[in-house]
Structure formats: structure tokens, C-alpha cells
């Protein structure tokens, strides 16, 4: 092995340990930093060039989650989750309808917004009406979390992985959401079942539900501000037929948004997550001093992502294992390079599909599932590390495996190329 490749080895093994550990002894550091120290240790120690750092980063991805940020963030502060969240659930006059309407829109939303702002608004609205209505708002809880994950896995918007996978791939939107829709909406069917099997205690009781909210939106900025996220879900189908990227059509909506809504611009920048594009861009430049390295040639070389059953079946193996070890999107990072040396569109798919729904499997699998946990914890809801892992664990060997058939069935039908 050589030099370069020993240090670029070392940098990546201590990069990743400090994402997976979140905190080392003697060592301020969490998954941030630990993926920015990485990327400048790889320009410091002269496995890359500043140009090549630089040149390694995603602007595609960076400037999709930007306009997807500016844009959501617009949204939140107009009241449009807690509108939704609200109307929609109101809908609801029994336990079970509660869930079944909890799934659903979480699943829905979470598929053109991105599931970490989904579950972020949502999660205070559902304590709430739990509470008015003397629920336990636990199992509710679980099911929101839950479906965001499958729910986001449908489209590229879903969630930060999927727009890497999307951009990286060239799949088109329309294509990506076609392909995995049978896979979320089938998850979500599935999500109810098994929570409802969990906690039929808790479902037994017909009595009617009573909701005391008050509604707090403000319905003429939603109207401008859901306009413009209206028009962008639009681009998202119809832009390449005009020849627009659909980085450039997030953008021009979180242009648009800022220039046509009521909310303060220094408010809506003040909201967007600069912490997770720097988290994407240290990544993206670790991933590639690894890959300029030359060390992951020889696994490159071993075919094991092939174009068939077994390369897709191991991609999902692989992605309920290190899903758990880094969290679904450093994972997603990390099997880029090996993916655009297959060129198989059937594996893009089962990697968006796959490192999505085993973020379901624990509690540190995926982000939403932080948020909600440590947001209902906030609201005086604690939710178990063994109540959640339950419920997860079995929706994820359900959800992982229908995935691979779904996908590979269409692959057999020529849907896939």
C-alpha cells in the first residue's frame, strides 16, 4: 500500500468512526465536524488538491437541498404542516382512523417535502391532538416516523439521500417516483397493520374522538407560498421538456418564493440547515480522496453491484447493515462511486428504495428518527430505544424485502432499464 493510500485510509477510518460515534473521548466532534476535519485533513495531507476538493462536491445535490430548504422553510413559517396536519386529522373521529390518516400524510408529505422538516412540524401537532383527545400519542408517533421514511423513499425530494441518488443517477423525477411508488404506498399499508397488531389495546376503543385546537395558520401567505411549491412539484415532471435541471427549478422556486412571500427572507435563511449542505460537501471530498486513492478499486474490480437479482439483494443487505452503522445518508456517499461504475438504474433505485427503509430498522438509522424522538421528549413523550426498534425492526425485514421483489419484478418487465 502506499503512502497516499495509507493516510487517505486512515483519514476515512477516523472520519467515519467520529460519524458513527458521534462523540470520542477527548475530542469535540459529531458528524459535522467529523466529516469537515476529514475533508480538509484530505487537501492538508495532500491526497487532494484544493481544486480537486472543491471539484469533488455535488453542487447539483447542494443546490437542490438548498431551494428544497429555502422553499420549506417558507412553508413552515405561513403555517402550511400545521394546516395540513391539522384539516387532515380532523378528518378523523376514531383511533384507527387517526392512524390510518397520520400515515398517510406523513407518507404523502414526506415524498415531495423533505421528511426531516416533515416530522419536524408534525410531531408537536400529533402530541397536541394525542393530548385533547387522552390518547397515547406513542404508537402515532412510531407510524410518523415510520411512514416518513417509506413515504420519502418515493421520490428524490424525499429526503437528502435520494436527491444524491437522483442527481447522481440522471434518473428522471418522474421515472424515479413511478418506480418506487409501489414500494412506499404498499410500506405505508403495511405500517398501519403492524401498528395497529402492536397496539390493539390501544385501538379497541370506538368511542368517538374529540379535537379543542385552534387553528393558528395563516391562510393568505399559504396561499402565495404553497403557489410557488405548487408550480416547483410541477417543474419537477415537466422541466426536462424544456430543458431544466431540477436543481435550477428548486432554485428559481426558492427564488420566487422569497421574492412572493410575506415571511421575512432573513427569517427563511435563518431556517435553512447550512449544517447539513457543509455535512454533504465534507463528504462528498472524503469519499473522493478514497476514491482517488485507488483503495476502492479493487472492490470496484470484485463485481459484486451487478445488474441482476443478486447485485440487488445485496445492496439491500448491505444497506439494513450500514444504514445502522453511519446513518442512511453517509452510506448513500459512501456507494456512489460504486454505483456510477455499474451503471445500472435498477441498483440506483434499490439504493434510494433500500437505504430509506432501513433507516426504520433503529433509532440512529435515520435522522427523522432522531428528530421526532428527541422532539417528543421535549413535549414530555418518551419514546423507547426497544418500543421504537420493535416496530421498526419488523416493518424494515417486511418493507426490504417487498422492495427487492417489487424492483426486480419490474426490472424482469423492462420497466427498468
Not at 417509506?150 to 444524491?164: D, E, F, H, K, R
Not at 393568505?220 to 415532471?237: H, K
Not at 449544517?275 to 460537501?281: G, N, T
Request: hydrophobic letters at 55%; charged letters at 10%; aromatic letters at 8%.
Amino acid at each position: 500500500m502506499e503512502n497516499s493510500q495509507l493516510i487517505a485510509l486512515i483519514i476515512f477510518c477516523l472520519t467515519y468512526l467520529g460519524i458513527i460515534f458521534t462523540r470520542l473521548p477527548g475530542v469535540n466532534i459529531d458528524r459535522p465536524s467529523a466529516a469537515f476535519c476529514g475533508a480538509i485533513a484530505m487537501v492538508l495531507f495532500g491526497v487532494l488538491t484544493p481544486g480537486e476538493a472543491v471539484a469533488a462536491i455535488d453542487t447539483n445535490t447542494i443546490f437542490l437541498l438548498l431551494g428544497m430548504m429555502i422553499i420549506i422553510a417558507t412553508l413552515q413559517l405561513d403555517g402550511f404542516f400545521t394546516l395540513i396536519a391539522r384539516k387532515t386529522i380532523a378528518y378523523s373521529k376514531t383511533r384507527f382512523r387517526l392512524l390510518c390518516l397520520i400515515v398517510l400524510m406523513t407518507g404523502l408529505s414526506s415524498a415531495f417535502l423533505v421528511n426531516d422538516a416533515v416530522v419536524l412540524m408534525f410531531t408537536p401537532v400529533i402530541i397536541r391532538i394525542c393530548r385533547s383527545s387522552k390518547l397515547n400519542p406513542v404508537p402515532y408517533l412510531i407510524a410518523e416516523i415510520l411512514s416518513s421514511n417509506v413515504g420519502s423513499a418515493m421520490t428524490m425530494t424525499g429526503n437528502p439521500q435520494n436527491m444524491l441518488i437522483g442527481m447522481s443517477s440522471g434518473i428522471p423525477y418522474s421515472t424515479f417516483m413511478l418506480r418506487l411508488l409501489p414500494v412506499s404506498l404498499t410500506g405505508m399499508l403495511l405500517i398501519v397493520g403492524v401498528i395497529r397488531l402492536l397496539y390493539r389495546k390501544a385501538f379497541n376503543n370506538k368511542e368517538i374522538l374529540v379535537f379543542s385546537e385552534q387553528e393558528t395558520a395563516k391562510p393568505v401567505n399559504i396561499v402565495r407560498s404553497g403557489s410557488v411549491f405548487l408550480l416547483v412539484v410541477i417543474g419537477f415532471f415537466l422541466g426536462k421538456q424544456f430543458g431544466l435541471s431540477i436543481p435550477l427549478i428548486a432554485l428559481t422556486g426558492s427564488a420566487l418564493i422569497l421574492l412572493l412571500g410575506k415571511a421575512k427572507p432573513s427569517d427563511i435563511i435563518h431556517q435553512v440547515d447550512w449544517v447539513l449542505l457543509l455535512f454533504f460537501a465534507s463528504l462528498f471530498i472524503v469519499v473522493s480522496g478514497i476514491e482517488k486513492s485507488g483503495l476502492l478499486n479493487s472492490l470496484i474490480q470484485g463485481n459484486v453491484f451487478t445488474d441482476d437479482l443478486k447485485g440487488l439483494a445485496f445492496i439491500h443487505g448491505l444497506s439494513l447493515v450500514l444504514s445502522q452503522v453511519v446513518s442512511n445518508v453517509p452510506f448513500a456517499v459512501l456507494m456512489l462511486p460504486f454505483l456510477k461504475t455499474a451503471g445500472s438504474s435498477m441498483l440506483w433505485l434499490g439504493l434510494a428504495s433500500a437505504s430509506t427503509l432501513a433507516g426504520n430498522a433503529t433509532i440512529i438509522g435515520a435522522m427523522a428518527n432522531l428528530i421526532v424522538i428527541e422532539s417528543a421528549e421535549k413535549g414530555g413523550v418518551k419514546i423507547g430505544v426497544i418500543e421504537f426498534f420493535i416496530s421498526g425492526i419488523i416493518v424494515t425485514l417486511i418493507t426490504l424485502p417487498l422492495s427487492l421483489v417489487l424492483l426486480y419484478v419490474q426490472h424482469l418487465l423492462g420497466w427498468i432499464a
